[in-house]
């Protein structure tokens, strides 16, 4: 097919990986954008050790305007509406059509779902997490509590994470013994994705490291001053820096043009990610896979292999040659146990007979890896 438009929606994980990957196989009378509101997105990943002063905040993003130099358009553009049925797409720059769309806008942040957390901590975003990092280089004591809501949430290790990160910094600081951490999840256990072993071995890594873990207790509201919240079993806790998990939901446009048909994550063919329109896609946070009892986690590292499985497809559409393989469902997260250490934790979710899935051990090596991987991320190889 000569002159195909390919539209890519969300410059993320996923959406800068299907516009590679359709690039790759594509000449150039076909043409590649991806659009997105923000120039230069910022690695949620880098959070965790961001907010302990790990990581400078001027080197967690990446340009999406550098993408021109592989033959990519990019779009700076605020995407107000998709119209599937005129396969268009308006946008604060006007408007955009297609032949062939990825949706790839991940999850958005329902912050009032939680009355309090839009004015608590958090690190989930970029914004607040320096602000969280200006508030813990001030701390010298007290009660840190970490809170997630309701599940799905982006990188169920990262509270997990996150606690255990703070424990080595306050160690390295010198004032662990006068801090207390607390993290809250509304899951029966941490880390259920990956197995009850992997499930129990992350409960005693908490447990030896002097970290209170809550479990079956999703905040449900913290104080208008930031210094109580309480929980989903009727207890509350005060606490010098209550940080949350942000409710996460589809977008309301994503949800407005109707490819989820009504579901709260937009469902796709697990085999090639395609939404129930033909040639519209869905990937990374905004879709739902299922994977055994649990669908898909969403992480960056599925959104990008969805997103390189996605330009395969719409790439041997166009050039009319044989459908890729189907999506495999493999990826693996790392989880920091410290500033120096990394574990990894994932597998293949989509195995035969359920998932199939391993955590690590934490070692340098592994932190190691974790640092390439952001330096992947930035150069736009992940
Ligand atoms: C604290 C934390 C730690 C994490 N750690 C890891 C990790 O170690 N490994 C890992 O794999 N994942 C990790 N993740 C998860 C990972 O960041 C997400 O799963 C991933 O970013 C999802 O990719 P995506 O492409 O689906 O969406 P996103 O990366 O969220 O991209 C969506 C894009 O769409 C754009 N957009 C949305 N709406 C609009 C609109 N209306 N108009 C224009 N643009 C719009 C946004 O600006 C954004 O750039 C972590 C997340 C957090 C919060």
């Given at each position: 097919m000569a002159g195909s438009k390919v539209l890519v929606l969300g410059g993320g994980f996923g959406g800068v990986q299907a516009a590679i990957s359709a690039r790759a196989t594509l000449d150039s009378s076909h043409e590649v954008t991806i659009v997105d509101r923000n120039r230069v997105p910022h690695l949620c990943g880098m959070n965790p050790l961001l907010i302990v002063g790990e990581r400078d905040t001027d080197k967690t993003g990446r340009s999406l305007g550098r993408l021109a130099n592989r033959g990519i358009k990019f779009v700076e553009a605020n995407i107000d509406s998709i119209d599937t049925a005129g396969q268009k797409v308006e946008t604060s720059a006007g408007?955009?059509?297609?032949?062939?769309?990825?949706?790839?806008?991940?999850?958005?942040?329902?912050?009032?779902?939680?009355?309090?957390?839009?004015?608590?901590y958090s690190f989930y975003d970029f914004d607040y997490a320096r602000h969280l990092r200006r508030r813990l280089s001030?701390?010298?004591?007290?009660?840190?509590?970490?809170?997630?809501?309701?599940?799905?949430?982006?990188?169920?290790?990262?509270?997990?994470?996150?606690?255990?990160?703070?424990?080595?910094?306050?160690?390295?600081?010198?004032?662990?013994?006068?801090?207390?951490?607390?993290?809250?999840?509304?899951?029966?256990?941490?880390?259920?994705?990956?197995?009850?072993?992997?499930?129990?071995r992350v409960r005693n890594a908490l447990d030896q490291r002097g970290i209170e873990l809550i479990t079956q207790a999703g905040v449900t509201e913290v104080s208008a001053n930031g210094r109580e919240a309480s929980f989903g079993d009727g207890s509350s806790t005060t606490a010098d820096i209550i940080a949350t998990v942000p409710v996460h939901k589809m977008p309301d446009i994503v949800e407005a043009s109707g490819v989820s048909n009504g579901k709260p994550w937009v469902p796709v063919n697990k085999a090639n990610l395609e939404t129930s329109t033909k040639n519209v896609f869905a990937i990374g946070d905004v879709n739902v896979v299922p994977s055994g009892e649990f669908a898909i986690p969403k992480a960056g590292v599925f959104a990008a292999g969805q997103g390189t499985?996605?330009?395969?497809?719409?790439?041997?559409?166009?050039?009319?040659?044989?459908?890729?393989?189907?999506?495999?469902?493999?990826?693996?997260?790392?989880m920091a146990y410290s500033g120096g250490r990394s574990a990894t934790v994932g597998g293949e979710f989509l195995a035969e007979g359920g998932p199939d899935t391993v955590l690590s051990e934490p070692t340098v090596s592994g932190m190691k890896s974790k640092?390439?991987?952001?330096?992947?991320?930035r150069s736009f190889k992940i």
């Open positions: 408007t955009l059509d297609y032949d062939y769309l990825v949706i790839a806008l991940g999850a958005a942040y329902d912050w009032d779902a939680v009355p309090g957390a839009k004015d608590a001030r701390l010298k004591r007290g009660k840190i509590v970490l809170a997630a809501s309701k599940p799905p949430y982006k990188c169920p290790p990262a509270p997990l994470e996150t606690a255990m990160i703070i424990n080595w910094w306050a160690r390295k600081k010198g004032i662990r013994k006068d801090i207390d951490i607390s993290v809250y999840i509304p899951e029966h256990g941490p880390l259920g994705v990956a197995g009850k072993e992997a499930s129990m499985k996605v330009g395969e497809v719409i790439a041997s559409r166009i050039n009319e040659s044989h459908e890729p393989e189907p999506y495999d469902g493999i990826g693996f997260c790392y640092d390439r991987f952001e330096r992947d991320w």
